[in-house]
């Protein structure tokens, strides 16, 4: 398995609804991203785990919060978002820890729509 | 502040002809460079990269060029198809910081 899967492909969801997103990988890759990218803008990094552990928070608010259940699972919790946040939420993993291995590899990404 | 600028929003290209992309970045501290490839509603798909410590990497068609003094890169297709119509991201990461730092991207089409 070489790749990096995300679901759902598409999210719609109002600004009170607590929702999820997930990122699977089973490379045994070792660092695990959240990124954000809005239309004809490049990615913006949100999150970092390496090896399981939480490594960088790039300032993101509160409203996103991530989790990293296993060294193959990375979600992304959702609640009380804007409709400002509606974007491309990309996940992607590298295969040593933070820092070690730059090459990422990204997932296909979750369209999410706050309305 | 841009540390990574991709100046051409867009370029086109004859199919079979060369594709130049290029890339400056401002921060002396980066020591490796990445090339991705996007295609609409798909994430990023990793292309070629290159260490500070190299001036040039080929991979089939792409061969990425590295002109550390002049803190600039560039990516060559050779020839160009019309499945390389994508947008195309440059990134740059400075040692132990790991983080990717991308430029806006430049959106190459290849005319058949």
């Known amino acids: 398995d070489t790749e990096v899967t995300q679901t759902p492909k598409h999210l719609v969801m109002g600004m009170t609804n607590k929702k999820s997103l997930k990122c699977e990988q089973h490379m045994g890759h070792r660092a695990m991203y959240w990124y954000k990218q809005k239309a004809k803008k490049p990615p913006e990094l949100m999150f970092v785990?390496?090896?399981?552990?939480?490594?960088i928070n790039e300032s993101v608010p509160s409203r996103f919060s991530p989790e990293c259940p296993n060294s193959s699972l990375l979600n992304l919790h959702l609640h009380a978002l804007q409709p400002e946040d509606s974007a491309l939420y990309l996940c992607?993993?590298?295969?040593?820890?933070?820092?070690?291995?730059?090459?990422?590899?990204f997932g296909p990404g979750t369209r999410l729509t706050v309305l | 502040d841009q540390q990574v600028k991709q100046n051409s929003p867009s370029l086109s290209v004859q199919e079979g002809r060369i594709s130049i992309l290029n890339c400056d970045y401002t921060?002396?501290?980066?020591?490796?460079f990445l090339w991705y490839k996007k295609y609409p509603a798909e994430g990023p798909t990793f292309l070629i990269s290159i260490s500070s410590i190299k001036d040039k990497n080929e991979d089939g068609r792409f061969t990425v060029f590295l002109n550390k003094s002049a803190k600039h890169l560039s990516l060559h297709i050779v020839p160009s198809q019309p499945g390389d119509s994508a947008v195309y991201f440059c990134?740059?990461?400075?040692?132990?910081?790991?983080?990717?730092?991308f430029g806006k991207g430049t959106k190459l089409s290849v005319k058949p």
């Open positions: 921060n002396s501290m980066f020591d490796y």
């Open positions: 992607a993993s590298s295969q040593g820890g933070w820092g070690v291995d730059y090459e990422q590899f």
């Open positions: 990134a740059a990461s400075a040692g132990s910081q790991g983080n990717l730092i």
């Open positions: 785990y390496s090896y399981e552990k939480l490594s």
